[in-house]
């Protein structure tokens, strides 16, 4: 058998007078921007009241064109904000729906 097999290196002070340096990477990760399609096709075939489910079912299926131009241009903000929009039309339909079909069964 070799002799190198038998040998350990103690690990000790680094003998090198430099600090250690160190590198950091960064990842971007891909932002994901929710469009809510299901979400505003539900609203505008069940809860179309004013027709705001219709206006968020619209401007869901333009939200991909739109927030993916923004991404290649580096505005996430903006792209972000679009899906938020789309988010608070859906909420409102939703909410206006449930009232108008409690209003509909009061009567």
């Given at each position: 058998?070799?002799?190198?097999?038998?040998?350990?290196?103690?690990?000790?002070?680094?003998?090198?007078?430099?600090?250690?340096?160190?590198?950091?990477?960064?990842?971007?990760?891909?932002?994901?921007?929710?469009?809510?399609?299901?979400?505003?096709?539900?609203?505008?075939?069940?809860?179309?009241?004013?027709?705001?489910?219709?206006?968020?079912?619209?401007?869901?299926?333009?939200?991909?064109?739109?927030?993916?131009?923004?991404?290649?241009?580096?505005?996430?903000t903006r792209?972000?904000?679009?899906?938020?929009?789309?988010?608070?039309?859906?909420?409102?339909?939703?909410?206006?729906?449930?009232?108008?079909?409690?209003?509909?069964?009061?009567?």
């Open positions: 058998m070799l002799k190198e097999e038998y040998e350990v290196d103690v690990l000790g002070v680094p003998h090198n007078p430099a600090p250690p340096t160190s590198t950091v990477i960064h990842i971007l990760s891909k932002t994901y921007v929710p469009n809510h399609v299901i979400w505003s096709l539900f609203n505008t075939l069940f809860m179309n009241s004013c027709c705001l489910g219709f206006v968020a079912f619209a401007y869901s299926m333009n939200l991909p064109q739109k927030s993916r131009d923004r991404k290649t241009v580096g505005d996430l792209a972000q904000a679009c899906a938020s929009t789309n988010e608070c039309l859906n909420i409102w339909a939703l909410i206006l729906g449930i009232i108008t079909t409690i209003l509909l069964i009061i009567t």
